[in-house]
């Protein structure tokens, strides 16, 4: 079947702009997750969700980021403001439930903040 | 905060060779999983172990797991340049939770 997707690939966008990102995750999968990752580094935890309510929000940065979920279905992470520093690849995963840990990641969206 | 560290940071081999890597945590676990991603971009989950198993193996992987020591390696046998990527391991810090390392760039050689 198919995988998370996740859209844009990459964005462009210049500091001080508002960017949203999109993730679609596997029919059925209930939990999902937001991570970010910097370029040489690893996973940075933002949040997740189970069904469309976040019970933990504690990794995003700050309050220019915000997330949603509708359902168990789409998700989108939104940068207002956006500031140099949040140039990485966001990556999205999603799961059957949050008890089986092995997640399946999309192709994630490299943003650039000029 | 990080709670597994993988080494090397980057390990370049020739192809056919066996690559071996580590990861250590901190704290008692559940499980602990590898991960392999190319090119910066999306994960893909090799082999989960659980904190009662000390050694899993999968195709030509073969992880192992010493909880005495909090540390797991993962060994690719015959090496080939598909397996070229980074490999992360990841502990799961709760229920939903999974906490990441900074993974090992695996170079291999042709």
């Known amino acids: 079947g198919a995988g998370v997707s996740q859209s844009p690939s990459n964005k462009v966008t210049e500091k001080g702009k508002d960017v949203e990102l999109r993730c679609d995750p596997i029919s059925g999968h209930t939990a999902l997750y937001w991570y970010r990752q910097r370029l040489g580094q690893g996973l940075e935890f933002l949040i997740y969700?189970?069904?469309?309510?976040?019970?933990?929000k504690s990794g995003l940065p700050s309050d220019r980021f915000s997330a949603e979920r509708t359902g168990e279905s789409v998700s989108t992470l939104t940068i207002q403001r956006t500031q140099q520093e949040d140039s990485a690849v966001y990556l999205c995963a999603s799961s059957p439930r949050a008890s089986e840990h092995t997640q399946y990641f999309g192709p994630g969206t490299r943003l650039t903040v000029l | 905060s990080q709670q597994g560290e993988e080494d090397p940071q980057a390990l370049s081999i020739q192809e056919g060779e066996n690559a071996t890597m580590n990861c250590s945590y901190k704290t008692s676990i559940n499980n602990l999983q590898w991960y392999r991603q190319n090119s910066g971009r999306g994960l893909v989950h090799l082999i989960l172990?659980?904190?009662n198993e000390r050694e899993k193996h999968s195709g030509r992987l073969r992880v192992t797991l010493d909880t005495s020591k909090k540390s797991s390696s993962l060994l690719i046998t015959a090496s080939r340049a598909a397996d070229t990527a980074s490999y992360f391991c990841?502990?799961?810090?709760?229920?939903?939770?999974?906490?990441w390392g900074a993974g090992t760039k695996l170079i291999i050689k042709p």
């Open positions: 172990i659980r904190s």
């Open positions: 969700f189970q069904g469309n309510s976040a019970p933990d």
């Open positions: 990841a502990t799961d810090l709760s229920n939903y939770q999974l906490i």
